[in-house]
């Protein structure tokens, strides 16, 4: 007899324990499994994360990151980077399961090598003056607040010619990179890329609604050919934008960073937004299936998350885990929030959804206030 004939009877009878085991015992040996048993498990009704939410405090990170910088090289590490990685899924590389977050200290005098890998990376300021990054032999001296990009497979390295330590916050698509298991990574052929492109020939060029006429233009690239995006015109736009537009109930004032040549997102696995939350303002809670990096670029406010109150300040950084209740509020002063989202992965799949929170006229109780570290 047959496997198959004893476990589909269509008089309901089903077979005993012992021979379903028996059964899938037997389907082991072909490198197979019955659905039935992770049935539910595959299909949840909703998203299950393992990553929870988390706060990496600006005061925590800031000095052990200069304590990094007495115990090893740029050059010896490569990139002198403290990675954030979640409590909940210390396993994996990320602050959420598709964003890699970081911190990275470069030293005056430094230079971190010239490589290209097939992640795609953006750095945010937050503090230092003199240090550039070089893509594709463009030099781009870095302020604080300024984003760079360097998009897959770009050419890439960092100095620091001025006289004080930078330190950056790196997003990375590292997570989703790997499991899609599309790791690649070239070394320069020199320690630096020579600077072959005009300083800021990026932003000159496409960072101003002034393209080249069509024949001159290089082939379209599913990424923007700005390197660049800086403060004070992104917070500039911000506070123009607060000028008489309502805000949004979940996010405040906010402005998507965008590829001039499509009014796209500015990488194909990382959006960027830059959000203000006026003095006073509260903002509904909500959740949905994109997952986030939160950066404090300025100054002060709280996140409820899941119905813990995370405290932050200038510097700080915290993750937002998918289908996780949020809402944001800046009590005391004016505050900025920079955050990388994986939107534009899940956008083209159809899996963007989101909903507002349910009751209490949409605001979280707060349960607990989070204490910091583990
Ligand atoms: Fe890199
Ligand atoms: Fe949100």
Redesign the pocket.
């Given at each position: 007899m047959s496997p198959e004939s004893k476990v589909s009877s269509p008089s309901g009878a089903v077979a005993s324990l012992s021979e379903r085991e028996q059964f899938s015992a037997e389907l082991e040996r072909f490198e197979m499994k019955p659905l039935w048993l992770i049935y539910r498990d595959v299909l949840t009704k909703q998203p299950r994360a393992r990553e929870v939410p988390f706060l990496w405090s600006w005061n925590v990170v800031r000095p052990l990151l200069l304590r990094a910088g007495g115990l090893i090289t740029a050059a010896e590490a490569e990139r002198r980077v403290l990675m954030f990685l979640n409590p909940g899924n210390p396993a994996q590389i990320g602050a959420t399961a598709t964003l890699y977050a970081a911190a990275q200290l470069i030293l005056p005098g430094e230079t971190a090598r010239a490589h290209r890998h097939s992640p795609a990376a953006l750095r945010f300021v937050i503090e230092g003056e003199g240090a550039y990054t070089c893509v594709e032999g463009e030099k781009i001296f870095m302020k604080p607040g300024d984003l760079v990009l360097t998009p897959a497979m770009v050419w890439h390295d960092h100095g620091n010619d001025g006289n004080e330590p930078v330190m950056w916050l790196d997003g990375l698509d590292i997570p989703l990179t790997a499991a899609l298991n599309c790791m690649f990574l070239d070394e320069f052929p020199s320690l630096s890329q020579t600077e072959s492109a005009p300083r800021e020939r990026s932003e000159k060029l496409y960072g101003r609604a002034l393209f080249p006429s069509e024949t001159l233009a290089p082939a379209a690239k599913p990424y923007s050919p700005v390197w660049a995006y800086r403060w004070a015109e992104a917070r500039e736009a911000l506070a123009c934008l607060a000028q008489g537009s309502a805000p949004d109930r979940?996010?405040g004032t906010i402005l998507r960073y965008v590829n001039p040549a499509n009014g796209g997102e500015v990488l194909p696995s990382m959006g960027c937004r830059l959000q203000l939350l006026r003095k006073g303002e509260r903002m509904a809670a909500?959740r949905?299936t994109t997952s986030?990096v939160y950066h404090v670029a300025e100054g002060s406010g709280h996140s409820i998350l899941d119905g813990i109150r995370f405290d932050w300040r200038k510097g700080d950084t915290f993750a937002?885990p998918i289908w996780l209740w949020?809402e944001h509020a800046a009590p005391t002063e004016d505050a900025v929030l920079f955050s990388v989202t994986d939107e534009p992965v899940l956008a083209p799949l159809g899996l963007l959804r989101s909903e507002p929170y349910p009751e209490n006229g949409g605001f979280q109780a707060v349960r607990s206030v989070f204490q910091g570290s583990r």
């Open positions: 979940f996010d909500h949905h986030a937002v949020h």
